[in-house]
């Protein structure tokens, strides 16, 4: 790093700079894949969860819909809480009792039950990812910070690629029922590792007389709130459904009193004048972007495997595995590589090119497309996913005030985890429009009595006439209707990667907008020839 990395230590612990950093940096890994393992498997794992507790296709709705809802609710409130209470209280605790219910859930049959447990395994789970942030700025040296932040951003890509592998090897071999269950064998373990890692805090007294609990509760009630409305908007019809805009007009009505709020009270919480600086302003957005951007490896191609190529999740997440995620153990290392010696802008303009680059690879899919023809478009997502999050929060951190610590990881948290989850809301919602426009306009080449449609059905016909020629002129019409489906989904999907190519497009153009960041201790330091260059002219390095 470059030498005005002073002996700065951050935003350290009350505590003191952990001893066994080693351990700390198992908690951030820990904690931060649970979190995205735990809500990629039920959301994957949901037909299952559906079959094995006997639901209805919108009771699981509602599952998922809580469980993550929960999570949204309660993450961007976790920095603050961490540094009130400290971190082993924050995460100690709570890890046993995740690991309690996450025992407990299989075995329940009645649904209220389920769904009040279902909240509370989100709401414990929310406070996983954020805190793991904290670990790494309050305890954990200077030099540790890249590296513990590159476990912390590649748990993302990480848990799209492997957790569709994971949702068929449980189901397949060991139970649903670990589904859940592995909360209950890691949790504790990362629980373990906070405490050895971190030190003792004790309760910062003068920061909890001074709470704004009025601002905590309306940001993320309202935020949950409208994730859930958005969650639920493609299955109930949105604006014809009025649970969904009782639940988006709700949360729009929470936000604006949670934006007078911090106007008023004496020690806002998350205030929203932390967004001014362009810097932090801007990475946000492009932390959004990069989250709407990544829909393509967690929707579209495990999606159209599933949708057109009828495959079942351990089949299509070998694939995800083998060039999605285990790439990263070669890419990470080199994404922190290049961090050290040239500028975070430079780096997430390669990794946001590889997403663009992927995306525009997969508008040229047809039905033909199986397994291994996506083998190319994983590995660049994969390279997307390990040279663009990391540097992204790295580029927020070295621009953020760190007095505003805890507003600043508010707002990144709803843009990580509400961002994400509403982002496959809406991929969902975009995915069926579109399907419905293409199979109309494809409907409206297929004519009664055109000689092309007459010489299909003629075809299908004589094949199905084998097996009965008295269904067989029915069963030749409901495979050109599936004919008209697929074709019509295909081209769903190939809208799917023209929009991810586009908003990867997008936050290039944003990207050309952040200045560079003031020096600190995340500053590149030259090598090699551009090294020498800047000694010559008395500018130091390390």
Known sequence: MAANDDAGRGPVSRGGIARQPLFAVGAVLLGS??????????????????????????????????????????????????????????????SLVYAVVSLIIPFVRD?????????????????????????????LPTHWWIPAIAIYSIRVGFAFDTSTSLVG????????????????????????????????EPVNRALLREADWGGMLLLGASVSMIYAGLDQGNRLDWLGSGTVMALLAGGIVLFAGFLINETLVRQP???????????????????????????????????????????????????????????????VPISIWLLRHFDTRLVVVLGFSSFAAAN???????????????????????????????????????NSDPSRATAFAAYIQIMRLGGAEIGVALMGTWLRVREQIHS??????????????????????????????????????????????????????????????????????????????????????????AKMVLRKCGVSVV
């Open 111 to 139: 649904y209220p039950t389920l769904i009040a447990l279902s909240v509370a395994h989100g709401l414990l789970l929310g406070t996983f990812v954020p805190a793991t942030l904290m670990i790494v700025f309050r305890n």
């Open 440 to 529: 109309y306009y494809l409907g409206q080449h297929i004519i009664t009595g055109d000689v092309d449609v007459v010489r299909m059905l003629k075809q299908l016909a004589d094949h199905f006439a084998a097996h009965g020629a008295g269904a067989a002129q029915a069963r030749a019409v409901g495979t050109l209707a599936s004919f008209v489906q697929r074709e019509a989904n295909v081209l769903a999907y190939i809208d799917g990667f023209w929009l991810c190519f586009w908003l990867a497009m997008t936050a290039l153009g944003f990207i050309a907008l952040i200045t560079r960041a003031p020096p600190g201790p995340f500053t590149p330091e030259p090598f090699g020839f």
């Open 169 to 200: 090897f449980y189901v397949e071999h060991l139970g649903w029922q670990w589904l859940y269950w592995q909360g209950m064998v890691i949790a504790p373990l990362m629980g373990l590792m906070v405490y050895l890692g971190t030190p003792n």
């Open 33 to 94: 894949f649970l979190a995205n393992f735990d809500s990629r498997l039920t959301t994957v794992g949901l037909p299952d969860l559906r079959g094995a507790f006997s639901l209805s296709f919108d009771e699981g709705a509602w599952l998922s819909t809580a469980g993550i809802g929960s999570q949204i609710f309660i993450a961007p409130a976790v920095a603050w809480l961490a540094t009130v209470f400290g971190l082993r209280r924050v995460l100690g605790i709570p």
């Open 269 to 331: 919480w998350a205030h929203v004048n932390v967004l001014f600086s362009r810097n932090i302003g801007l990475s946000l957005v492009v932390i959004l972007l990069y989250t709407l951007t990544s829909l393509s490896n967690s929707t579209l191609v495990p999606n159209f495997l599933a949708t057109i190529g009828l495959l079942r999740p351990e089949q299509s997440g070998l694939l995800l595995l083998t060039y999605g995620a285990l790439p990263m153990f070669v890419l």
């Open 360 to 398: 525009l690879w997969g508008t040229q899919l047809t039905h033909d497309w199986a397994r291994e023809d996506f083998i190319g478009i994983v590995l660049l997502q994969a390279i997307g996913q390990s040279l663009t999050l990391l540097p992204l929060i790295i580029t927020a951190v070295s």
